[in-house]
């Protein structure tokens, strides 16, 4: 049994049905029915009903529904007390970037007395770590389009979104690509790339892309060859096959010992809000606050 798996059962007791649940946990609706199922599955009994009016807590889920509250609650005392154990530890998580951990390195040399816990995730996996105090920042790119959902949804989990920048989308590309000689790729040429993807990432930037392209292209032709969160994966790959990935035009100069390329999308790049969230009220640590002013300074023109 999962922790994720009592915080989806908790939230789907409190939405009173799978696609309320779906949008304040910011994934998909089969998704919540899927992680459910499981946790019925290890339980061994079922936790709901099924009605036309939504979900209705069996006799046996509202007998575990104390002692789930309560296993949310302790995990999240018990992450809270190991935090102020070290005071000088920076928790943070992030989309997975290049840039983001040079920035890192960097701020570890700056304070040789620092502890860095860094993660990588989702969009979704960034939110939940941010709103149960895992991480005090989270750093993540959001599609323009869907930027009015995903306020709403920061909003329901009392979490502030500051906006860093808006960029666009990007290609990355290594030698082995026959795009690594051009400084831009057509529409037309984006369904002949063989792509690397994030891992069960709500929000598709190959979706939005395909969506965003005039119908020229069907979502189907952004289908990965390699799906992974693993950043090593992703750099040896660009590095020494023909695979690219698609990403925010967002560059450093410190970063060119990979010998990669981005290439701007002619004419349709898609539209991204750049931030970070973090809980209301809270007063960002020194290690936040440079880390996001390093950023900024990269952002500046």
């Known amino acids: 049994m999962e ?47 099924r009605t036309s009016r939504g979900l209705k807590l069996t006799p046996y889920g509202k007998s575990i529904y104390e002692y789930a509250s309560n296993i949310v609650k302790n ?51 960034i939110l939940t770590q941010v709103e149960h105090g895992i991480s005090e920042i989270g750093i993540l790119y959001v599609p323009q389009k869907q930027i009015n959902a995903f306020l709403n949804v920061t909003a329901a989990k009392k979490l502030d979104f500051i906006i860093l920048g808006k960029l666009r989308t990007c290609i990355y590309a290594g030698p082995n690509s026959f795009l690594y000689k051009k400084d831009s ?31 020229l292209i069907n979502a ?10 693993s950043e090593y994966l992703s750099i040896n790959l660009l590095v020494q096959t023909d695979l690219v990935d698609i990403s925010i035009d967002l560059t450093y100069p410190k970063l060119q010992q990979y010998n990669l390329k981005s290439l701007s999308i002619e004419g349709d790049g898609l539209a991204l809000t750049l931030g970070y969230v973090i809980a209301k009220d809270h007063i960002p640590s020194p290690y936040a606050n440079e880390l996001i002013a390093h950023i900024q300074e990269i952002l500046e023109p």
């Not at 998580?93 to 860094?118: C, F, G, M, P, W």
């Not at 189907?220 to 969160?229: H, S």
């Open 3 to 49: 922790l994720k798996q009592l915080e989806f059962f908790l939230v789907a007791c409190e939405c009173g049905s799978l696609g309320k649940a779906a949008a304040k946990l910011y994934t998909s609706q089969p998704n919540v029915s899927k992680v459910i199922r499981t946790l019925e599955n290890e339980l061994g009994d079922i936790l709901f009903e």
């Open 185 to 215: 790729v057509t529409v037309n040429e984006l369904k002949n790339l063989r792509y690397i993807r994030g891992l069960n990432d709500f929000f598709s930037l190959e979706d939005e892309l395909a969506q965003n392209s005039l119908g």
């Open 220 to 229: 189907a032709a952004f289908q990965p060859i390699v799906c992974t969160n």
């Open 75 to 125: 995990a999240n005392l018990i992450a809270n007390t190991e935090r102020n154990k070290s005071k000088s530890t920076f928790y943070l998580s992030t989309y997975q970037s290049n840039i983001i951990a040079q920035l890192l390195v960097e701020l570890y040399k700056n304070h040789n007395d620092i502890r860095i816990e860094h993660r990588q995730g989702t969009v979704e996996e």
